[in-house]
């Protein structure tokens, strides 16, 4: 069992930077990826950005150049940095891990938080 905490989220202008943070704790030994999905309304869920246990990053493409995912494993805590924000960006962000064992992997989810970018 992993639990996801997250934090960081809020109301941002045009052109500004948020930071999410998201802390797991629980049975977090196994974890092998880390990542943000966001929902926007009436739109399905998306990969925003993951990172593995080897620190290889993924970024959806519109993202790229303006997002950074990074990771503290000492405290257990996957971050990211979002910088220019557009109004497009607007959605609820989702922390995500993946838990692998021999017999399966088993997804776990934070409960969002909100990310508006307005004038």
């Known amino acids: 069992q992993v639990q996801l905490v997250e934090s960081g989220g809020g109301l941002v202008q045009p052109g500004g930077s948020l930071r999410l943070s998201c802390a797991a704790s629980g049975s977090i030994f196994s974890i092998v990826e880390m990542g943000w999905y966001r929902q926007a309304p009436g739109k399905q869920r998306e990969l925003v950005a993951t990172?593995?246990?080897?620190?290889?990053?993924n970024y959806a493409d519109s993202v790229k150049g303006r997002f950074t995912i990074s990771r503290d494993n000492a405290k257990n805590t996957v971050y990211l940095q979002m910088n220019s924000l557009k109004p497009e960006d607007t959605a609820v962000y989702y922390c995500?891990?993946?838990?692998?064992?021999?017999?399966?992997?088993?997804?776990?989810w934070g409960q969002g938080t909100q990310v508006t970018v307005s004038s």
């Open positions: 990172i593995n246990t080897g620190g290889r990053t």
């Open positions: 995500h891990t993946a838990r692998c064992t021999g017999i399966g992997c088993y997804d776990y």
